[in-house]
Nanobody, 123 residues
Framework: VQLQASGGGLVQAGGSLRLSCVAS????????VAWFRQAPGQEREFVAA????????SYTNSVKGRFTISRDRAKNTVYLQMNSLKPEDTAAYSC?????????????????WGQGTQVTVSS
């Protein structure tokens, strides 16, 4: 599975962006998918995850109530809607797919990774 993330950009604090993660090579409609982010000098951290059918989602505490993960299985795409963005959300955001239908927050659970898309939030 090849994953392609897009939708990043420069936005002012309080603004919104929607990231997309598209799979190619094969469908990932039966796989859990997550978004991770990495800021300069920091470790990659979990942001949000969604189960194979969208029935289960999870978020890191710092984005709860502001970010929403969703998926369109027909389009083989997972989205991350980011609202009320803060400067501390600035990072390279990557999507990843697991080899199972439901997965958690650990990086080791995800085997397929896309390249990052940069999100920069100015104050």
């Amino acid at each position: 599975v090849q994953l392609q993330a897009s939708g990043g950009g420069l936005v002012q604090a309080g603004g919104s962006l929607r990231l997309s993660c598209v799979a190619s090579g094969r469908t990932f409609s039966n796989n859990a998918v997550a978004w991770f982010r990495q800021a300069p000098g920091q470790e990659r951290e979990f942001v949000a995850a969604i189960s194979w059918n969208g029935g289960s989602t999870s978020y890191t505490n710092s984005v709860k109530g502001r970010f929403t993960i969703s998926r369109d299985r027909a389009k083989n795409t997972v989205y991350l809607q980011m609202n009320s963005l803060k400067p501390e959300d600035t990072a390279a955001y990557s999507c990843a797919a697991a080899r199972k239908a439901v997965a958690g927050t650990g990086r080791s659970e995800y085997h397929y990774w896309g390249q990052g898309t940069q999100v920069t939030v100015s104050s």
